[in-house]
Nanobody, 124 residues
Framework: QVQLVESGGGLVQAGDSLRLSCVAS????????MGWFRQPPGKEREFVAA????????YNDDSAKARFTISRDNAKNTVYLQMNSLKPEDTAVYYC?????????????????WGKGTLVTVSS
Protein backbone atom coordinates (compact mmCIF):
# COMPACT_ATOMS: atom_id res chain seq x y z
CA GLN A 1 0.00 0.00 0.00
CA VAL A 2 1.11 3.52 -0.73
CA GLN A 3 0.75 6.36 1.76
CA LEU A 4 -0.46 9.72 0.48
CA VAL A 5 -0.13 13.17 2.03
CA GLU A 6 -1.81 16.20 0.50
CA SER A 7 -0.88 19.84 1.02
CA GLY A 8 -1.56 23.24 -0.48
CA GLY A 9 -5.14 23.90 0.52
CA GLY A 10 -6.29 27.11 2.11
CA LEU A 11 -8.65 30.05 2.04
CA VAL A 12 -8.63 32.07 -1.17
CA GLN A 13 -10.87 34.52 -2.98
CA ALA A 14 -12.82 33.81 -6.12
CA GLY A 15 -10.55 34.10 -9.16
CA ASP A 16 -7.42 33.10 -7.26
CA SER A 17 -5.22 30.08 -7.91
CA LEU A 18 -3.94 27.26 -5.75
CA ARG A 19 -1.62 24.34 -6.35
CA LEU A 20 -2.26 21.18 -4.43
CA SER A 21 0.46 18.60 -3.95
CA CYS A 22 0.32 14.96 -2.97
CA VAL A 23 3.44 13.09 -1.98
CA ALA A 24 3.39 9.30 -2.10
CA SER A 25 5.55 6.91 -0.15
CA UNK A 26 5.80 3.19 0.30
CA UNK A 27 5.30 2.07 -3.26
CA UNK A 28 6.61 2.29 -6.81
CA UNK A 29 5.02 5.60 -7.71
CA UNK A 30 5.29 5.19 -11.47
CA UNK A 31 3.11 2.08 -11.27
CA UNK A 32 0.23 3.95 -9.69
CA UNK A 33 -2.56 5.81 -11.38
CA MET A 34 -3.14 8.99 -9.39
CA GLY A 35 -6.33 10.93 -9.00
CA TRP A 36 -7.74 14.00 -7.34
CA PHE A 37 -11.20 13.89 -5.87
CA ARG A 38 -13.14 16.41 -3.83
CA GLN A 39 -15.98 16.40 -1.37
CA PRO A 40 -17.97 19.61 -1.07
CA PRO A 41 -19.76 20.30 2.23
CA GLY A 42 -22.77 18.03 2.58
CA LYS A 43 -22.15 16.28 -0.72
CA GLU A 44 -20.62 13.05 -1.93
CA ARG A 45 -17.03 12.67 -2.99
CA GLU A 46 -16.55 13.35 -6.70
CA PHE A 47 -13.87 12.86 -9.32
CA VAL A 48 -11.82 15.87 -10.40
CA ALA A 49 -8.87 14.65 -12.46
CA ALA A 50 -6.58 11.69 -12.97
CA UNK A 51 -3.15 10.97 -14.41
CA UNK A 52 -2.81 7.27 -14.92
CA UNK A 53 0.34 5.17 -14.86
CA UNK A 54 0.54 5.13 -18.67
CA UNK A 55 0.32 8.90 -19.00
CA UNK A 56 -3.35 9.29 -19.82
CA UNK A 57 -4.97 12.37 -18.28
CA UNK A 58 -8.68 12.74 -17.68
CA TYR A 59 -10.85 15.44 -16.14
CA ASN A 60 -14.33 15.25 -14.74
CA ASP A 61 -15.81 17.80 -17.09
CA ASP A 62 -15.04 20.71 -19.39
CA SER A 63 -15.02 23.18 -16.51
CA ALA A 64 -12.34 21.24 -14.68
CA LYS A 65 -10.37 20.79 -17.89
CA ALA A 66 -10.46 24.52 -18.57
CA ARG A 67 -9.37 25.63 -15.10
CA PHE A 68 -7.45 22.73 -13.53
CA THR A 69 -4.25 20.99 -14.56
CA ILE A 70 -3.09 17.68 -13.14
CA SER A 71 0.56 16.76 -13.41
CA ARG A 72 2.96 14.30 -11.85
CA ASP A 73 6.67 14.09 -11.17
CA ASN A 74 7.63 10.46 -10.83
CA ALA A 75 11.12 11.41 -9.65
CA LYS A 76 9.55 13.23 -6.69
CA ASN A 77 6.71 10.76 -6.12
CA THR A 78 4.35 13.69 -6.34
CA VAL A 79 1.14 14.54 -8.15
CA TYR A 80 -0.10 18.10 -8.43
CA LEU A 81 -3.37 19.84 -9.11
CA GLN A 82 -3.06 23.39 -10.36
CA MET A 83 -6.37 25.17 -9.89
CA ASN A 84 -6.98 28.52 -11.57
CA SER A 85 -9.95 30.89 -11.61
CA LEU A 86 -11.34 29.32 -8.48
CA LYS A 87 -15.03 29.65 -7.75
CA PRO A 88 -16.95 29.39 -4.48
CA GLU A 89 -18.41 26.10 -5.73
CA ASP A 90 -14.89 24.67 -5.77
CA THR A 91 -14.95 24.77 -1.97
CA ALA A 92 -14.33 21.22 -0.78
CA VAL A 93 -11.93 18.85 0.87
CA TYR A 94 -9.60 17.68 -1.87
CA TYR A 95 -8.30 14.13 -1.70
CA CYS A 96 -5.44 12.46 -3.47
CA UNK A 97 -5.96 8.80 -4.36
CA UNK A 98 -3.99 6.02 -5.99
CA UNK A 99 -4.38 2.58 -7.41
CA UNK A 100 -1.70 0.40 -8.89
CA UNK A 101 -2.01 -0.20 -12.63
CA UNK A 102 -5.53 1.26 -12.80
CA UNK A 103 -6.39 2.18 -16.39
CA UNK A 104 -9.67 4.08 -16.03
CA UNK A 105 -10.23 6.44 -13.12
CA UNK A 106 -13.64 8.05 -12.87
CA UNK A 107 -15.14 7.15 -9.50
CA UNK A 108 -13.96 6.99 -5.88
CA UNK A 109 -14.50 3.24 -5.97
CA UNK A 110 -11.79 2.96 -8.61
CA UNK A 111 -9.10 3.81 -6.04
CA UNK A 112 -7.88 2.00 -2.95
CA UNK A 113 -5.33 4.32 -1.39
CA TRP A 114 -6.39 7.68 -0.02
CA GLY A 115 -4.85 10.66 1.66
CA LYS A 116 -6.53 12.49 4.51
CA GLY A 117 -7.43 15.48 2.36
CA THR A 118 -6.72 19.18 2.27
CA LEU A 119 -9.41 21.83 2.62
CA VAL A 120 -9.90 24.43 -0.07
CA THR A 121 -12.24 27.30 0.73
CA VAL A 122 -13.07 29.86 -1.93
CA SER A 123 -14.79 33.01 -0.76
CA SER A 124 -16.93 35.16 -3.02
Amino acid sequence: QVQLVESGGGLVQAGDSLRLSCVASGGTFSAYSMGWFRQPPGKEREFVAAFDWSGVITYNDDSAKARFTISRDNAKNTVYLQMNSLKPEDTAVYYCAAKRWKTVVRNPGDMDNWGKGTLVTVSS
